[in-house]
């Protein structure tokens, strides 16, 4: 189940109205497998099985927390979709598709666009993260760093390293790099 659709993906960045839903499928998973490595499993989880119902039932507090995960998911999935925009996968390959009056993004044009797109993720997962940081006494399945939790995350591999530090005789995951 996905937490956010083909729209507002488009909607919320610069995908064209044109790109067929089938090229977001593998972004927009690849984005909520990001979110778990953010937020946990359980809370995505929690969210998945609350967007699943007809109507959607979220909760009051995972209404709010949707207003920050929906744009991180979009900007994962842009920044998954971007770098194979100009490609398009056949039996003989990879192709670049070009038409009559366009032609295909350059190397450093793309550089540029990916730039944007990772910077935006980035931006959208740190307010997520800083909310969920704000409010962790509302979501007890997001494991917070402000109320003691033994099981911190990393992240996506961006986090800044002088912010936050382990206590001394922490036993988190990080610390003990997974041995206990």
């Given at each position: 189940m996905k937490?956010?659709?083909?729209?507002?993906?488009k909607?919320?960045?610069d995908i064209?109205?044109n790109?067929p839903?089938?090229?977001?499928?593998n972004?927009i998973k690849r984005?909520q497998?990001m979110?778990?490595?953010?937020?946990g499993?359980?809370?995505?989880?929690?969210?998945?099985?609350?967007a699943?119902?007809?109507?959607?039932s979220?909760?009051a507090a995972?209404?709010?927390?949707m207003?920050?995960?929906?744009?991180?998911?979009?900007w994962q999935?842009?920044?998954?979709?971007?770098p194979?925009?100009?490609?398009k996968t056949h039996?003989?390959?990879?192709?670049?598709?070009?038409?009559?009056?366009?032609?295909a993004?350059t190397?450093?044009?793309?550089?540029?666009?990916i730039?944007?797109a990772?910077m935006?993720?980035?931006?959208?997962k740190?307010?997520?993260?800083?909310?969920l940081?704000?409010?962790?006494?509302?979501?007890?399945l997001?494991?917070?760093?402000n109320?003691?939790?033994k099981?911190?995350r990393?992240?996506?591999?961006?986090?800044?390293?002088?912010?936050?530090?382990?206590?001394k005789g922490c036993?988190?995951?990080s610390?003990y790099?997974?041995y206990?």
């Amino acid at each position: 189940m996905k937490l956010i659709n083909y729209q507002y993906l488009k909607d919320e960045t610069d995908i064209s109205q044109n790109v067929p839903e089938s090229e977001l499928d593998n972004p927009i998973k690849r984005s909520q497998e990001m979110l778990e490595m953010v937020v946990g499993a359980s809370l995505v989880a929690e969210l998945v099985t609350q967007a699943s119902t007809r109507p959607k039932s979220f909760t009051a507090a995972n209404t709010t927390l949707m207003t920050y995960v929906e744009p991180f998911l979009a900007w994962q999935a842009y920044q998954f979709w971007l770098p194979k925009a100009n490609f398009k996968t056949h039996a003989s390959g990879l192709r670049v598709h070009e038409e009559d009056n366009s032609r295909a993004a350059t190397g450093e044009e793309m550089a540029t666009l990916i730039r944007d797109a990772k910077m935006w993720a980035q931006t959208k997962k740190e307010k997520l993260v800083q909310f969920l940081e704000d409010n962790c006494s509302t979501y007890p399945l997001y494991d917070c760093v402000n109320c003691g939790s033994k099981n911190k995350r990393t992240g996506t591999g961006f986090h800044i390293t002088g912010v936050g530090k382990h206590p001394k005789g922490c036993q988190c995951d990080s610390c003990y790099h997974g041995y206990h």
